[in-house]
């Protein structure tokens, strides 16, 4: 750390920012293989927090890369890297006292955890979106399944690389089976439980 930095302190404050907005702020992170539905719920979540009024934003992992993280690659350290940045990301949301719902693959648990101790109780939520890896291959809605099988994609998780699942996420979304509305429904139910909204 540089000696010459130091934190300044804002004058507004994360908790003068909930109670204008009249909500907590926290972050929905949702994890799971490329293809399982992560982008497509976080939108569907922020969607649904738009329409009750509540202050919201999704991180989503491939429009990220166009800009923030443009300069990563998708080897372990560049994954870790980008993981690390969203998580910073992330807790600026917070701290603006926004909803963030971010959709990236976070392959490993280490990397989760530690964005995880960013954060306050009760303003990180690990969500699994889970979805079996055949179904994910199957739906290929980008095509890399069919790149990583031909060898075109090195190391691409699930194929070359491995994906940890979360040992205690918040929720457990299985995508293969439950229908988009009612994973909504549960994500907004869980805001609701831990009185973020």
């Not at 992560?38 to 429009?63: C, E, F, P, Q, W």
Request: proline share 3%.
């Amino acid at each position: 750390m540089n000696n010459n930095l130091k934190w300044h302190q804002t004058t507004i404050t994360k908790k003068d920012r909930q109670r204008l907005n009249n909500h907590k702020s926290c972050v929905l992170w949702f994890t799971g293989l490329s293809g399982s539905g992560k982008s497509t719920l976080a939108n569907a979540v922020d969607h649904a927090l738009y329409r009750m009024g509540i202050h919201s934003y999704v991180l989503d992992g491939d429009n990220i890369r166009h800009g923030l993280n443009k300069d990563l690659g998708f080897a372990k350290e560049d994954r870790q890297e980008n993981i690390r940045r969203i998580g910073e990301v992330a807790k600026l949301f917070v701290d603006s006292g926004s909803i963030v719902t971010t959709a990236f693959i976070s392959p490993f648990r280490q990397d989760r955890e530690q964005i995880c101790e960013l954060f306050n109780e009760d303003e990180f939520f690990e969500i699994y979106v889970k979805c079996p890896l055949q179904v994910c291959e199957n739906r290929d809605p980008k095509g890399l399944y069919r790149k990583a099988r031909s060898g075109e994609i090195n190391d691409f998780t699930g194929i070359g690389s491995p994906y940890e699942e979360p040992t205690n996420p918040a929720l457990t979304l299985e995508t293969d089976t439950e229908s988009i509305a009612k994973a909504v429904e549960k994500v907004i139910g869980l805001l609701v439980k831990k009185k973020i909204v």
